[in-house]
């Protein structure tokens, strides 16, 4: 539309120009009201790009609010972070790259004991690595005797595609032990691309990812346990099963 405009009113000023200077005068005139009249559609076709971006903040915002007035009225639950009196936890550690697994297991530790856990209640099991954190979790999980397991490993990328092989194995084996058991299992294995990367998130400036892993594993162990009283969840595989 722009451009038509721009065509036409150049041809009602350009054939003109040499004869009169009226003309001269009326096709400034004609220009002037041209212009303005371009400018204000190009106006009007530029605002609906420039208020996309607004309008989708609204939707996002009224969908949100919408949200959390549905949760308003809902049973939202949350497992508290505080462990209850009796609850029991298993830590499998993996001994590979222990310079950072040993800082985990403290972090860890650490964490249990400032959020209530009874340390004489927390069993800490020591395999070769990664790779053997999913069996030795599932076995501690179907024994019955733990309200939730937490895995701590360290895999750091090399030269050959074996970090690959150990990270997926160790990432789909933790997961289906606690999905099999119905213990929770948490994931507290660092997978890096360097040891610095490592030793950032074991208590260096990234925090301490082995700390976090235990108070995951209490909210978890504790939101179960509120719903399996209440009937709301499946009770968690016993041995034998």
């Excluded at 000023?13 to 220009?31: I, K, L, T």
């Excluded at 915002?61 to 949200?67: E, I, M, V």
């Excluded at 020591?126 to 733990?146: I, Y």
Aim: with cysteine; charged share 15%.
């Amino acid at each position: 539309m722009q451009s038509q405009i721009t065509r036409s009113g150049a041809a009602r000023c350009g054939g003109v120009a040499p004869r009169r200077a009226m003309a001269m005068a009326h096709c400034s005139s004609c220009s002037g009201r041209n212009g303005s009249r371009m400018a204000s559609i190009g106006t009007g076709l530029a605002a609906p790009a420039a208020a996309a971006p607004q309008q989708q903040q609204q939707q996002q915002s009224r969908r949100r609010r919408t949200a959390v007035r549905a949760a308003a009225g809902a049973n939202v639950r949350h497992g508290a972070v505080v462990a209850k009196p009796g609850a029991r936890f298993a830590v499998v550690v993996g001994r590979f790259n222990d310079l950072v697994t040993k800082l985990l297991l403290e972090g860890a530790l650490g964490a249990f004991q400032s959020h209530g856990a009874t340390m004489d209640n927390v069993e800490v099991c020591w395999v070769p690595g990664s790779f053997e954190l999913p069996v030795m979790a599932k076995a501690m999980a179907k024994s019955g005797k733990f309200d939730a397991v937490i895995c701590i490993g360290v895999v750091v990328r090399g030269a050959t595609t074996h970090y690959d092989a150990v990270v997926s194995a160790a990432t789909s084996g933790v997961l289906n032990a606690g999905v099999d058991t119905g213990v929770p299992t948490v994931f507290g294995v660092l997978t890096c691309d360097t040891m610095e990367q490592a030793l950032d998130r074991a208590g260096g400036k990234v925090g301490n990812k082995g700390a976090e892993a235990a108070i995951t594993a209490i909210e978890m162990a504790n939101l179960l346990g509120d719903l399996r009283a209440e009937g709301l969840a499946a009770p968690a595989w016993g041995p034998g099963k």
